[in-house]
């Protein structure tokens, strides 16, 4: 049986009919048609489909839709500026991370999500924040030192997470 | 296809009430790393026919999320996640050997849902927070509508999936006695970061100048369940804790056992590598401070 669920998309309340057995992810690609958080394996394996909800990462295929009720929900459409990227973004592009891209979306929340946490990490601590999501191209080494160098600094300040919530 | 319905009750008497009332299967959600990509993978499938419409019953409202201390014993809910269990100062001053374990168990996004409430009644015979709970023995208390028993963790599980647990009972909390022991856990998995156990291992060691007064020693992921190593406790309680020693009685590990080939490993590996991990299991408790 459906219901009504009210909850926040990158800063903006939305309400949508939700089915009992709908993830979170189907729910934003589907019903939402916010195709960023992407589908690679729908089994909480590949962290493709990472958002962050109330300031965490999770994988948004593992959690089921109605659960959010009321919550805070950010994916990559969420962080930039009008046009101003978020650090990361900048970060990923700047060091050539991305090859196909199907990992990204995740891969910067992951990490956005995990600097709220730890805002000056060692490299092998980035490489276990980001150990959830699987990069098919290799693209392991480019995106560590990518988050590594946002830490550092220089792509600019990071937001706070109630910064990124609007 | 069958039907599914979601409720989110804000007390165990409405919880048990939905229960009561409905012809339904019933299914509690906790954090959903295991429940959700199951029922993703339901309907993916060819319907089954016949099936009975599920409930899915939120267990968020119920206010087990907290953790709490009195002067002999600790207690989790069951709805604590493993990244607030990860951080908790109760939690790390009496058991850092949770930081060790939760360390290895899955990666920062799926902790982030993941409860330990979840982790032991899905009762997976790889579950990583098991081998650790019953080496402190660790006692679980179901709530069910009839009212709350406490079982200890040893007695708890029955085979893979499958607890002493009642359709309609709730894992309320866990329950740990502080004692004046060491422990540790040990992990082997197919790779370093995000993956389930090949062979995991725990122990829990009392001593007194270095003799072994006692000794709770678990592995997991090599039978239908986790299992209590007796014949290793017994070889250990009384010796000195020497490397020998040590070697010696996790070797009787093999007695116990009863490992199959799946995905992650074959059986002949899973018994070369399980009196391996015991022996790292005890050796770090034993060095643990
Ligand atoms: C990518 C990935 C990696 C993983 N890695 C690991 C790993 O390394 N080690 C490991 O041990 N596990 C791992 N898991 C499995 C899973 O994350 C854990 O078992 C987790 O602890 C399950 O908790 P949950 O809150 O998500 O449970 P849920 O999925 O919500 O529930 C699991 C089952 O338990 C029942 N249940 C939950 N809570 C209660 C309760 N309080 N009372 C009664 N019944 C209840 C539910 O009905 C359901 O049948 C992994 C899973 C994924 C997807
Ligand atoms: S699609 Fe969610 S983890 Fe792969
Ligand atoms: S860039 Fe292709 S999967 Fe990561």
């Known amino acids: 049986m459906s219901k009504i669920l009210n909850f926040y998309l990158n800063g903006n309340p939305v309400e949508v009919?939700?089915?009992?057995?709908?993830?979170?992810?189907?729910?934003?690609?589907?019903?939402?048609?916010?195709?960023?958080?992407?589908?690679?394996?729908?089994?909480?394996?590949?962290?493709?489909?990472?958002?962050?909800?109330?300031?965490?990462?999770?994988?948004s295929c593992m959690v089921l839709a109605l659960t959010v009720e009321g919550k805070k929900v950010v994916t990559v459409d969420g962080l930039v500026k009008g046009e101003e990227l978020h650090p990361i973004q900048k970060a990923f592009l700047e060091y050539g991370a991305p090859q196909c891209g199907f990992c990204t979306p995740g891969m910067v929340m992951a990490a956005t999500a995990f600097l709220l946490e730890n805002p000056t990490p060692t490299k092998y601590e980035v490489k276990e924040a980001l150990s959830g999501n699987l990069c098919r191209c290799g693209g392991y080494d480019k995106y560590t030192e990518a988050v590594l160098a946002v830490s550092r600094g220089e792509f600019g300040p990071v937001l706070k997470g109630s910064e990124i919530n609007v | 296809m069958r039907s599914y319905f979601y409720e989110s009750p804000s007390s165990f008497e409405e919880l048990f009430q939905i229960g009561k009332t409905t012809s339904n299967e019933v299914k509690f959600l906790a954090g959903g790393t295991d429940f959700v990509p199951r029922l993703n993978y339901e309907l993916n499938e060819?319907?089954?026919?016949?099936?009975?419409?599920?409930?899915?019953?939120?267990?968020?409202?119920?206010?087990?999320?907290?953790?709490?201390?009195?002067?002999?014993?600790?207690?989790?809910?069951?709805?604590?996640?493993f990244t607030e269990m990860k951080k908790n100062?109760?939690?790390?001053?009496?058991?850092?050997?949770?930081?060790?374990?939760?360390?290895?168990?899955?990666?920062?996004?799926?902790?982030?849902?993941?409860?330990?409430?979840?982790?032991?009644?899905?009762?997976?015979?790889?579950?990583?927070?098991?081998?650790?709970?019953?080496?402190?023995?660790?006692?679980?208390?179901l709530k069910g509508p009839n009212g709350e028993r406490e079982i200890c963790s040893k007695d708890f599980f029955k085979g893979n999936g499958r607890t002493v647990a009642q359709e309609q009972e709730v894992l309320k909390e866990i329950v740990i006695k502080k004692q004046k022991g060491t422990s540790s856990f040990k992990k082997l998995g197919r790779r370093k970061a995000e993956t389930l156990s090949v062979v995991n291992a725990a122990a829990y060691i009392e001593k007194e100048n270095n003799i072994c007064k006692k000794?709770?020693?678990?592995?997991?992921?090599?039978?239908?369940?986790?299992?209590?190593?007796?014949?290793?406790?017994?070889?250990?309680?009384?010796?000195?804790?020497?490397?020998?020693?040590?070697?010696?009685a996790s070797l009787k590990v093999i007695d116990s056992i009863s490992p199959i080939d799946?995905?992650?490993?074959?059986?002949?590996?899973?018994?070369k590598v399980s009196p391996v991990m015991v022996r790292r299991a005890i050796k770090s408790a034993c060095d643990a401070e």
Do not use: H
Not at chain 2, 103 to 119: C, F, H, Q
Not at chain 2, 225 to 247: H, N, P, S, W, Y
Not at chain 2, 262 to 271: E, G, H, L, M, S
């Open chain 2, 46 to 81: 060819v319907p089954k026919e016949g099936q009975k419409d599920l409930t899915i019953i939120s267990l968020s409202k119920l206010g087990l999320d907290t953790i709490s201390e009195s002067d002999e014993e600790i207690k989790i809910g069951s709805m604590v996640t």
């Open chain 2, 262 to 271: 799946d995905i992650r490993a074959t059986a002949w590996y899973r018994k």
């Open chain 2, 215 to 248: 000794a709770r020693i678990t592995i997991g992921s090599v039978a239908p369940t986790v299992l209590r190593c007796k014949e290793v406790e017994e070889a250990l309680i009384g010796k000195e804790l020497t490397d020998e020693t040590m070697k010696e």
């Open chain 1, 17 to 59: 009919i939700a089915k009992p057995e709908q993830n979170l992810l189907e729910l934003l690609r589907d019903n939402i048609g916010l195709t960023s958080p992407k589908c690679g394996c729908n089994r909480g394996d590949c962290g493709s489909c990472t958002v962050i909800l109330d300031d965490k990462a999770v994988k």
């Open chain 2, 89 to 141: 100062n109760i939690v790390n001053k009496y058991f850092p050997v949770f930081e060790e374990t939760i360390k290895e168990l899955a990666g920062l996004s799926v902790r982030n849902v993941a409860t330990i409430g979840g982790n032991i009644m899905n009762a997976s015979p790889a579950a990583d927070i098991v081998p650790t709970l019953m080496a402190l023995d660790a006692v679980l208390v």
